[in-house]
């Protein structure tokens, strides 16, 4: 699914699926994940642009009465992350449009931020230019993510073997990324990057970064 940003192909059947499943597993995500992105996501601002919100994960992670540009092309994911943006007091703003193509204009962003998105898009490397290219000098690029595991790795086996049936079910995500990489060419000044594992059942997922770049 590395192929130019030729646009999201919104499927009914998996839109929805994807919907009710990130909705029902969300509690059990972020059990798994709440330490890794509180530190990430710790004292954002009150205007902040997320790319890929889904249903809503990091709404906790903002503050009452944040102003939250939603750039979230699915969708099948709207209304529950209005529901949830209304049940986190954030005032949320959806615009339907891909990563690949954000429409803010350069310099405009203090803070974005991104979770479990880069391993689904058709162009990680078009995405992160982008939010380096809507991102004021100095602004910041909160990231946690889903990658490869390292290779010759029981984990990297399993990924490589179900990258097919696994991209179809969620859209697109790969298993087999080098997000580090993609995020580190992207031309940020600064980057700091963690690589961390989770435990779940769900073994083509658990390796995982986190990290901050600055613009």
């Not at 919907?19 to 995500?29: P, S, W």
Request: include cysteine; hydrophobic fraction near 40%.
């Amino acid at each position: 699914m590395d192929s130019d940003d030729g646009g999201f192909e919104s499927h009914p059947g998996r839109g929805r699926f994807n919907a009710a499943f990130f909705r029902v597993m969300d509690a059990y995500i972020d059990w798994h994940m709440h330490k890794h992105k509180a530190p990430i996501f710790d004292d954002l601002p009150t205007r902040v642009v997320e790319v890929g919100p889904g249903v809503g994960a990091n709404l906790r992670y903002l503050s009452p009465g944040t102003r939250l540009v939603a750039i979230e092309p699915n969708p099948y994911m709207h209304a529950a992350l209005q529901r949830a943006a209304a049940r986190h007091e954030v005032d949320v703003e959806i615009r339907s449009v891909l990563g690949e193509r954000i429409d803010l204009p350069d310099d405009s962003a203090e803070v974005v931020i991104s979770s479990l998105v880069l391993c689904t898009v058709s162009n990680p490397a078009g995405v992160v230019s982008e939010i380096h290219r809507i991102l004021r000098p100095g602004g910041i690029y909160c990231f946690v993510e889903h990658v490869a595991a390292p290779d010759g790795t029981p984990t990297r086996w399993v990924q490589h073997g179900l990258r097919r049936p696994w991209a179809w079910v969620f859209e697109g995500c790969s298993c087999e990324r080098d997000l580090a990489t993609v995020i580190r060419s992207a031309g940020f000044s600064d980057v700091e990057i963690t690589p961390y594992r989770i435990h779940s059942p769900f073994l083509p997922f658990n390796t995982h970064i986190r990290g901050r770049a600055v613009a």
